[in-house]
């Protein structure tokens, strides 16, 4: 055989020794347990402050961070049943405006309808009076006020009570009268 035959038997069992030996280096440093793990090597301060236990030591930590995650949890519950409790205060206290506003809308209404009434009412008594009487009651009455009145009663009783006024006070309400519907929208 000849030199160059040999070498390469040779340095085959060398590379695998160097090998062995740096696997070794590293298992006894133990950054094989970190690269085991996937992660990096961690600094040589961070290595002399981890806790050299073994598996004890990794359940105590993960005891620990399930004991935060629990007490973490518990503060979330506690948010959550706040805001609901708050929710639900909020709905009654929305309940019992609209029952408020309701009650407001009916007593506004009611009052809006009484008061319609009574004008009502007071114009039929007008139209029941003598046109000379009522006239002389609406000669006294603001214009504005005596043409809500006429336009309230009926068309017969209200000629008479108009032909009883002095012709100024008849057109100051006969002007109100057909003026009141002259800005109402038209089509």
């Known amino acids: 055989m000849s030199a160059r035959a040999l070498r390469p038997r040779r340095v085959l069992p060398l590379v695998a020794g160097l090998l062995f030996a740096s696997a070794g280096l590293r298992l006894a440093g133990g950054t ?3 690269l085991a793990e996937g992660g990096a090597v ?5 290595q002399a402050a981890a806790p050299a236990g073994g598996p ?3 359940l105590a930590a993960l005891a620990g961070r399930e004991e935060r995650l629990d007490s973490r949890e518990a503060e979330i519950e506690a948010r959550a049943a706040a805001l609901a409790e708050a929710e639900a205060a909020l709905s009654a206290r929305i309940a019992e405006l609209e ?3 309701r009650s407001l809308a009916a007593t506004l209404s009611l009052a809006e309808t009484a008061a319609q009434d009574d004008l009502a009412r007071l114009a039929r008594i007008y139209e029941a009076m003598k046109p000379r009487e009522a006239a002389a009651l609406f000669a006294a009455m603001d214009p504005a006020f005596a043409a809500g009145f006429l336009g309230l009663m009926r068309p017969e009783a209200a000629a008479a009570v108009m032909a009883g006024l002095e012709p100024d006070a008849a057109y100051a ?3 109100v009268l057909a003026g009141r519907n002259a800005r109402a929208p038209r089509d």
């Open 42 to 46: 961690p600094p040589p301060a961070a």
């Open 32 to 34: 094989g347990a970190v």
């Open 99 to 101: 029952e408020a506003e």
């Open 56 to 58: 004890g030591s990794v």
């Open 173 to 175: 309400i006969s002007a």
